[in-house]
């Protein structure tokens, strides 16, 4: 806990906005790393949303209020250890990591960002223009202490974007011998478009399925007062989720063992994460009702210039009107606001009603990047080679020793 060594940045190249916050070249950075429970003072936290707001690539995943809760949930013992990058003691970067015995059922020993199966996106915050920085200082530290780690595994990875470009260039051969590859590549619905939000609902879907939708729309009008209520705020927000639990878990998740409300440590996780959102303005909720009662409900979290659509359950009772589906028509009005440019599904590859309707895709990426000595590269090297075989992708990176 809280072991620190310092790298002077004199004469270090600054990737893109050098000058953020007036870090100039001559400045000290220090890279550490602290145990998660370190982080959740009130100074802590007030750095970290610092941070939040500076940000080269937005990833609500891991900011205050999303990750603390979800630590708190899932992580009661400290197993999650914090990277920070400070420059001139203010909070620059900043990436959990933990350092895992098993490699997808194998038993191979690497450290990783920590993600969990309600965070969709693994990419470090890093302040714009220390991009590269980062990766630089994030590398050194893995070296000096890889303990038994054979690698640094990153998941959940976005393959465009500043943060993917320091890092492809800080791992390009002619800077560095550092074996890295891809393993792993999907493709989820992404909503990024010039359009408004109906002239994107009239050329995502044909003539006839939009003509269906307007009918199920109809048929539950008639069965007694249809509403769809949108919300910006924090105003009961407990009661809010409640009731997206109790939805949520009458469906199939339910019946599967697998809706939030099935844990304890995941209905905490979704509670404590949707009121952290709502009091910083980061939290949009849709619900539709009948005669008062949800039968769907969305959240998203707001990060401008990006969003993130979290979570959505639906009242399978009125399946055969598609409530699910007529509540993501109302989630088009995220093209028509200013600060959003786009939104990502979170979503898995091949979703059978989402990729159907909004047209774009995002790309996400695992990758394993070899740390320590040459020694334990090599053996990293081969077992990268091993896995990718007859179908790796590597990201510009080489995979050699």
């Known amino acids: 806990m809280g072991k620190h ?54 990833n609500p995943f891991f900011e205050s ?44 020993p690497h450290l ?3 993600v969990h199966d309600n965070c969709f996106l693994g990419t470090p915050l890093v302040a714009r223009g220390f991009e590269r920085m980062f990766w630089q200082h994030l590398f050194s530290w893995a070296d000096r202490r890889p303990r038994m780690a054979a690698f640094l ?71 007694g007062t249809l509403e769809v209520e949108k919300l910006d705020n924090a105003d009961a927000i407990a009661d809010w989720s409640q009731n997206f639990l109790a939805l949520e878990r009458r469906g199939w998740k339910g019946k599967s063992g697998s809706a939030l409300a099935c844990d304890i440590a995941t209905q905490s996780l979704f509670c404590g994460a949707l009121e952290g959102a709502a009091q910083r303005g980061r939290l949009q909720r849709f619900a539709m009702t009948l005669d008062g009662q949800p039968i769907a409900m969305l959240a998203n979290f707001l990060t401008a210039p990006g969003a993130f659509s979290f979570k959505t359950a639906f009242d399978e009772d009125f399946a055969r009107f598609s409530p699910g589906v007529l509540l993501q028509r109302e989630n088009l009005a995220m093209l028509d606001r200013d600060d959003i440019i786009w939104t990502d599904s979170c979503a898995a590859q091949d979703h059978p009603m989402i990729d159907h309707f909004w047209r774009e895709r995002r790309t996400i990426a695992r990758h394993s990047i070899g740390i320590g000595g040459p020694v334990r590269r090599a053996i990293f090297a081969a077992l990268a080679r091993h896995e990718t075989r007859g179908r790796g992708k590597p990201l510009n990176m080489t995979v050699s020793a």
């Open 5 to 58: 060594f310092h790298l002077e940045t004199r004469g270090f190249p600054l990737a893109g906005d050098g000058c953020v916050h007036g870090a100039l070249r001559g400045t000290q950075a220090v890279f550490s790393a602290c145990d998660w429970r370190d982080m959740s003072s009130v100074d802590r936290i007030s750095e970290w949303d610092a941070l939040a707001q500076i940000v080269a690539e937005p």
């Open 65 to 108: 209020w999303f990750m603390l809760p979800a630590l708190d949930a899932l992580d009661p013992q400290g197993s999650v250890t914090i990277l920070k990058l400070e420059v001139d003691g203010r909070l620059f970067g900043l990436m959990p990591v933990k350092r895992e015995n098993r490699y997808y059922g194998y038993p191979v």
């Open 112 to 114: 990783r960002n920590w």
């Open 153 to 223: 595994h990153l998941t959940q990875m976005p393959t465009t974007g500043p943060v993917h470009d320091a890092l492809q260039t800080y791992l390009t051969p002619k800077d560095n011998a550092r074996p890295a590859a891809t393993v792993m590549l999907e493709t989820r619905a992404m909503l990024s478009s010039t359009d408004t939000s109906e002239q994107y609902f009239d050329q995502a879907l044909s003539t006839k399925k939009r003509k269906e939708l307007r009918r199920q729309q109809r048929r539950l009008a008639e069965m």
